[in-house]
């Protein structure tokens, strides 16, 4: 339905992403502590038990579809110990981008552990929106984008289908705006309204009011090897402005008669009066829409959300040096894109 652009849905492959992570918890002397060696297209990592499952679920899930670890000869690793590499097929430019984000996020949660010696470093998730205010949360925006070209004229050899693939991939990589999946055009100036359906109108403002910004670009964008598939990822710490009042009026009564100084100094408390209910309001209606859309975000807390559509576009490619030439050195085709979004919010030290 229109109305429902991100909707929770039940993974249909991989099953729980967290199995091979899990399936030894029955054992008490289990060391959350112990290394996992990861082999990721050729890049060795090193990650403790405990940071590993502490990643949301839809990262795990691209991690390891399958749910389960796999050796270099894609074998399941059925007990896993610090000797085992296991081999990941995922992009390791993007996951050293979320080690970096849930490093940053995880060490800001003990400077607060450490100044409030109430706030725990592990708690169990207040269904309050208030947790949100207390903890690390990060917000956890995935897309993967098929995309599917469209030859210009019949005839064209499978040298020329691939090479118009990765030029259409080429140039879809150069766009690295996230809103522009939405319809929402950035090259337009911010001064300008632009009307987006119901649906993508009220995902961009949750969004926008968590954190996101209108040009926000994906933080990490990748090409998966030997397909027609972009995978794009983004972490936003959620954002908590502290509502301030605004400053009070600068109020600096010349000398005069006495008779004259009461009413000035009643004049005064009546323009403070006035400015700190004004202040006192403006709080309360922030504090308000915070909490409400803090508790739309709770919603997605362990619970990924996925939602697919499809467009059309024209790319303009050069086809110069291959068997199209004869279209001349640049051509248009057409793309037909699949999009599938997952909305997630991880939080940071709970359970």
């Not at 004229?153 to 040298?159: I, M, P, R, T, V």
């Amino acid at each position: 339905m229109a109305e429902n652009l991100v909707t929770q849905v039940t993974q249909d492959v991989g099953g729980d992403a967290a199995a091979a992570l899990t399936h030894e918890e029955e054992n008490m002397n289990i060391d959350y502590n112990s290394k996992i060696h990861l082999n990721i297209r050729g890049k060795a990592f090193s990650i403790t038990r405990d940071e590993l499952m502490s990643l949301p679920e839809s990262i795990l899930l691209s991690l390891f579809p399958n749910g389960v670890f796999l050796d270099f000869n894609g074998q399941v690793i059925s007990k896993l110990t610090e000797e085992d590499v296991v081999f990941v097929n995922f992009d390791p430019a993007s996951f050293e981008y979320i080690l970096r984000t849930f490093g940053d996020a995880h060490a800001d949660l003990q400077g607060m552990t450490n100044l409030s010696p109430q706030i725990s470093e592990n708690s169990h998730l207040d269904s309050s929106p208030s947790v949100l205010q207390t903890k690390p949360a990060i917000i956890v925006l995935r897309e993967d984008l098929d995309y599917y070209v469209i030859p210009p004229s019949a005839g064209c050899s499978s040298e020329d289908i691939k090479h118009l693939k990765l030029e259409v991939a080429n140039k879809l990589m150069e766009n690295k705006m996230i809103f522009s999946g939405l319809g929402y055009d950035t090259s337009l100036p911010s001064s300008i309204t632009q009307k987006l359906g119901p649906a993508e109108q009220h995902l961009l403002d949750m969004l926008c009011s968590s954190g996101f910004e209108r040009r926000e670009s994906w933080g990490s964008r990748s090409l998966e090897p030997s397909k027609c598939v972009l995978q794009s990822l983004l972490l936003i710490r959620l954002a908590n402005p502290l509502v301030t009042p605004p400053d009070s009026p600068s109020l600096n009564p010349v000398s005069s008669h006495a008779s004259t100084r009461s009413r000035s100094r009643s004049r005064i408390a009546t323009l403070a009066s006035s400015a700190s209910r004004a202040a006192s309001r403006s709080m309360s209606r922030a504090r308000k829409n915070t909490e409400i859309n803090h508790s739309k975000l709770l919603l997605f807390w362990k619970k990924p959300a996925r939602k697919c559509w499809w467009s059309n576009e024209e790319i303009e490619v050069q086809v110069a040096a291959t068997g199209l030439s004869k279209l001349g050195d640049n051509v248009k085709v057409k793309v037909h894109i699949r999009r599938v979004w997952t909305l997630e919010l991880s939080v940071i030290g709970v359970q």
